[in-house]
């Protein structure tokens, strides 16, 4: 089993840069691949990025690719999303998740959730 804890959320205006990260317990992260999804009010959960178990590939949605980027430290037992000129459209509760199917954007396909960290771009 996997206990996820993000942090490193906040607010920022249009255009400004934050890095989320997310704690894994237990021995096994590395055997994990890892994705970030989030969800805005009123909507469905949404793909962002995710990586593979050693962090040898990478997805984005289309949404944010050039902008955000998915990596892993297995050493520290962490995954970052680096996010950078930030849009109102990024804020959303951002959840990491863990998983044994490789690369998914597929919410469900994730066993274990971190509870989110909130991020805000202002205009």
């Known amino acids: 089993q996997v206990q996820l804890v993000e942090s490193g959320g906040g607010s920022v205006q249009t255009g400004g840069s934050l890095r989320l990260s997310c704690a894994a317990s237990g021995r096994t992260f590395s055997s994990y691949s890892m994705g970030w999804v989030r969800q805005a009010p009123g909507k469905e959960r949404e793909f962002v990025a995710a990586?593979?178990?050693?962090?040898?590939?990478?997805s984005g949605a289309d949404s944010v690719k050039g902008r955000f980027t998915i990596s892993r430290d297995n050493a520290k037992n962490t995954v970052y999303l680096k996010m950078h000129s930030m849009k109102p459209e990024d804020t959303a509760i951002y959840y990491c998740?863990?998983?044994?199917?490789?690369?998914?954007?597929?919410?469900?396909?994730?066993?274990?959730w971190g509870q989110g960290t909130q991020v805000t771009v202002s205009s």
């Open positions: 990586i593979t178990c050693i962090g040898s590939s990478t």
């Open positions: 998740a863990a998983g044994r199917n490789g690369i998914t954007r597929y919410a469900a396909a994730y066993a274990y």
